[in-house]
Structure formats: C-alpha cells, structure tokens
C-alpha cells in the first residue's frame, strides 16, 4: 500500500497501467436498482481543522433524493414514465412485462441504454446530456439480441441547473438517506472546513478502506451493479465500486460528482473513474492541485492500490466515453 501522500499525488490525472481485469470489458448495460445493505456507524476520523480556532465546519445543503411517483406516471403496455424529475435531472421508469427489458435516454443522437426490470420494480436514470430535448424509450426482446420500442415519450428538459443530475441517486450511484456511506461521508464532512476538503476526507477514506478485488474481477459478469453500502461493508471492489461509492458519498454532501466509463492509455484499459466540480477558489493541499470553477478528475481505484509515482501525468491519457 502506498503512503498517503503517494496516494494523493495520484488522485487528479492519474496515468497509471494497472492490470484490472474487469475494467477492460467493453460498456454493458445496467441491471436494477437494490437497496444497499443496513445503515453503517458513520467513522469516526481525524478532524483536519482540529485545534483551529473559529472553526465552522462544511455545511451540506439539503439531500437531493430522486425516486418514481407512481401518481405522476404515465405509459402503456405495462410501461410508465415518471417525469415529474425531469428538471432534477432524471426519469423514474416501471415496468411490468413477461420478457427482457431495456431502457433508453437519447439525446442528438448519442443513447444511453440500461437494463430494465420487468418486474415492476422502479428504477432511476439520469438525464446527463444537458437541456435539450430527450427521447425516452422502453424495449422488449423480441429475439436473440435485438430489441423492439414498447412504448417512447419526446420531452424537453430544461435543468434546474446543469448538475442536477450528477447530484442525485440513480441505478448506477444507488444510495438514500439512511445508507451506511451517506452516513460515513456526513461524520467526514462534519470535521472538514469546506467542500474542498470533504473531497479530501472522502478519498483518503476510500483509499484506506477498500481495497482491489482481483476475484471479482475476474468473475463478474455484464449487467453488473455496484452496491456502495456493500463495497464499505466487505471493503473491496473494482473499478465500477469505487467510482460509485465515491460518487454516492460526494453527491450526498452536495457535491457534483460524475461517475465516468472511458479508456486510459497506453494499452485502452476500459475503466471507470469520477470528475468533482466545486466553485470555490482553486486549492493545493498535499501534492496535488485543482483548478476552480472546473471539473476534476478523481481516481481513487488507482490511488488505493498503490500503483508507482512514475505513472502519474495530467490526464491527457482519459478518454471519457459515457457520464453517469
């Protein structure tokens, strides 16, 4: 394991080749949303402005929840839309069908497509295209691969503002209020002065608990769905675990956080990692500095697991594919 200061040196544009296996699988689809596993204790750490005198600490804004109003929707064929979140940046989708379903958010062009239960179970999907208008589709599987429209609503959407959706809990960031990690994030935050140091709190906190599961890797199939409340619990994961428990214990706090599916060179290592805005002035601590009023980039899977100082760059070698 790397010291800490190693560790920080290597969360903004981390250039690192590291052999994970499950991060170079090609993007699949996204099952159902579950819920996490029973409220944790949120930790108990290291104040970083203790012994400072007047300190106020970070005051996060109000929870921003998502979920499906049934008495909002509307559908067919066993479908329903709920698109009373739309300027919250997302769509709540029910379906109840006896064959495969999949969902999909197209904007100009470029689709999102996830698994969707036929169950009935509600599911959440962002809308992190920007404003615009949006085609919402349901499928069901007609044969072998290929799927066949159920039913499709056109809406504009105009966000609240632009990080909405990257605020909010959806399949691929599954978290409420009572979960373990948006309990352990709240007692971090609480000890840190501003949104730039709950950042901090956060990652070192998921560097020194979860841990690489080679295992996983190589076993996990597609369709996969990360559990942040789970990935706390066992303390390991892969890629997919770690940008998602990152991005569930920042958007808690009110922090915009993407989770990012793309490529690192040089050998197209298909991987997963998060982006963290914040407005206020641009920062150093440690080693490692970000701009303000930007996005910035957060890899705590290679951080965590030590990979060598002699790979880190400045990002040139990600290539963002999808945002969730």
């Known amino acids: 394991m790397a010291s800490m200061a190693a560790k920080k040196k290597l969360w903004l544009g981390v250039l690192v080749f590291l052999q994970l296996s499950a991060c170079t699988t090609a993007h699949t689809d996204i099952p159902s949303q579950g819920e996490g596993p029973p409220p944790g204790k949120a930790p108990a750490v290291e104040s970083s402005a203790a012994g400072q005198e007047n300190f106020t600490p970070y005051q996060a804004p109000a929870f921003a929840g998502s979920g499906f109003d049934a008495s909002a929707a509307q559908g067919e064929d066993g479908v329903l839309l709920d698109l009373s979140g739309l300027s919250q940046g997302y769509v709540a989708v029910s379906a109840q069908r006896d064959v495969r379903m999949k969902f999909q958010v197209e904007k100009e062009g470029k689709p999102y497509t996830y698994d969707l239960p036929a169950d009935g179970t509600p599911v959440v999907y962002p809308l992190q295209s920007g ?27 105009t966000l609240q503002d632009e990080f909405q ?104 290592l298909y991987h997963a990692w998060n982006m963290f805005y914040t407005q206020e002035d641009g920062w150093v601590a440690a080693e490692y500095q970000a701009e303000s009023n930007s996005w910035v980039r957060l890899d705590a899977t290679f951080a965590a697991n030590g990979a060598d100082s002699q790979f880190i760059g400045d990002g040139t070698n990600y290539t963002d594919v999808y945002f969730y």
């Open 131 to 157: 404003d615009g208008e949006y085609t919402l589709r349901a499928l069901e599987n007609t044969t072998g691969t290929k799927f066949a429209e159920v039913y499709a609503a056109t809406v504009p959407v």
């Open 165 to 268: 959706p990257f605020l909010r809990p959806s399949q691929y960031v599954n978290y409420n209020q009572g979960s373990a990690c948006v309990k352990a994030a709240a007692g971090l935050a609480a000890q840190q002065p501003d949104a730039l140091g709950v950042v901090d709190a956060v990652f070192d906190y998921i560097c020194e608990k979860v841990t690489y599961d080679k295992q996983k890797a190589s076993q996990v199939s597609g369709g996969y769905l990360p559990d942040p409340d789970e990935t706390l619990a066992t303390g390991k994961g892969i890629c997919f675990d770690y940008a998602s428990l990152a991005a569930a214990m920042l958007r808690s706090q009110g922090i915009p956080t993407k989770m990012v599916f793309g490529y690192v060179q040089p050998d197209d």
